[in-house]
Structures are given as C-alpha cells and as structure tokens.
C-alpha cells in the first residue's frame, strides 16, 4: 500500500486529477476526529477552509454512516452533497435510484428498524452504561466502545441480533454494530451512483472504519481509495484492500491541502 503522503502519493494523485475525480469523504474518524461519544463529533475545524476552495475544482461529497438529519448538523459547509445511513439516504432530498430498485420483498425498512428497536430495548439496556443505541431510521448503531471487556460485549451482541426477524445485515466497525434492514444498499453503490451523476471520470475515496472496506475491495482499478489508519487499528493488524493510506484525520488533512496544491498547478 503506498503512503500517500509521498512522491509516490503524488504521483497517483495527479494521475486521478487528471481524470477529473469526484472526491468522496467519509466523516468520523476521516474529517471528525474519533471520539468515544459519537454524539460528541464534529468537523475538524482545519476542514471547511480546505473543502471550500476544492468544491469549486471538483465534485465532493461526504459519505458516511450517519443518518442525514445527524451529519447535515455536523458539516458547516454548503454546496458539498451528503450521503448517510452507509449510502441509503441522501441531500439535497434525493433518495438513490439503486436503493429503491433493490428496496426487499415489500419490507419497509424503516418499519422494519422501528421493530428491531423495540425487541433490542430491554436487552441493551441490561447490558449496562457502556451500550450506545443509535436509531438512525434505516438503519440501527449500537456502540459497545465503552464497555470494559469490549470483545466479550461484541460477541454478547453478534449473539442478540442473531435472533432479529428478519435477520439484519452485520456492519462491524471500530466498536460498533450497525444493523441494516433488508434491501438497503453499501457505500460503494451510493458512491458509483454519485460518480454517474457528477459525470466525474474517476473517483478519490477516503475512509477509515469497516464499512469503507466494502467500497475499497470492490472499486474500479482507476479509482484511488485511501485507507485513514489510527494506532487503535494498527493494534489489531488489520490488511485493507486500499490502495493508499494516511495517518489519521491530520493525514487526510494534509492531504486535501495537497489536492487543492495539485489541481490549481494542473
Ligand atoms: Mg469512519
């Protein structure tokens, strides 16, 4: 994996530039630093003076696993188009063709959630302090970061939504379990679908948690994906199937100061 903060990183950057890119950005951990309330996030104030310039260059957009309403409040910037819920909701009040086409067997999935929610409620709420529940419409969150033997509230959980009906798509990230309901889509189509319409010739992906792994493995060889790295998940020894990294969110701020460097001497 090549370090993008290199000649080597330069080099793949001005190669994307050249295709006219759509810049898409996750948000916790890529432009908000991590932090063990998720409530508590917000935009590193290093980022609207940098997006700003970049959004006149080229297309961005912020796609993240938030629900719309929660990450519209969190970016002090207008003009950047926001993608939440890991791809199924979107602003300005468009809904992603893609999801509708595949939206399953007649399941509302926010009906659906509203059940999920409400089976989980006792169970979570035995498992003490240290559980965050996050309903955010299409899908559900539920944070175990704060819990003292993370491992053992993990397996506690993977266990509990084992017995949902119908069952949830599993999206592990740092400490976190999101549920999708049936039929929603993943980041990946939400940012394929966001190249087609932007007419942009390729696309630059940065994200830092599990989810982002789903668009790294299965993006188009010309698109540069950028793996955020921490030293939290360094620990683990995580591979990624990125093609490039930074070190955290004062990595991929460096970065877009680079990007606006590059594409104003293009
Ligand atoms: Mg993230």
Redesign the pocket.
């Known amino acids: 994996m090549i370090h993008l903060q290199s000649a080597a990183g330069d080099a793949l950057l001005l190669e994307c530039l050249r295709n006219r890119p759509l810049l898409a950005l996750?948000?916790?951990?890529?432009l908000s630093p991590l932090v063990p309330q998720p409530a508590a996030a917000t935009m590193d104030p290093r980022v609207p003076p940098l997006l700003g310039p970049l959004m006149a260059m080229m297309p961005v957009a912020i796609v993240s696993g938030r629900g719309i309403v929660d990450l519209a409040a969190r970016v002090p910037l207008t003009g950047v188009t926001l993608v939440g819920n890991h791809g199924n909701e979107w602003l300005p009040g468009e809904r992603p063709s893609v999801s509708i086409d595949r939206a399953s067997a007649g399941l509302d999935p926010g009906q659906v959630c509203l059940a999920w929610a409400a089976d989980l409620a006792a169970p979570l709420a035995q498992m003490g302090e240290g559980i965050a529940f996050e309903s955010k419409v299409l899908s559900l969150s539920i944070h175990y970061r704060l819990m003292a033997d993370r491992e053992m509230a993990r397996l506690k959980l993977l266990e509990l939504v084992s017995q949902l009906r119908p069952p949830p798509e599993i999206i592990e990230g740092k400490f976190v379990l999101n549920l999708m309901a049936p039929g929603l889509v993943t980041k990946y189509e939400a940012v394929e679908e966001l190249q087609g319409r932007f007419g942009a010739g390729s696309v630059i992906f940065i994200?830092?948690?599990v989810t982002?792994e789903r668009v790294f493995e299965r993006a188009p060889p010309d698109w540069l994906t950028v793996r955020v790295w921490d030293d939290e998940a360094n620990q683990g020894g995580e591979a990624s199937a990125a093609r490039a990294c930074v070190h955290g969110v004062d990595g991929v701020i460096e970065v877009l100061g680079r990007l606006g460097r590059l594409s104003r001497n293009l």
């Open positions: 996750d948000f916790d951990g890529t994200g830092d948690d982002d």
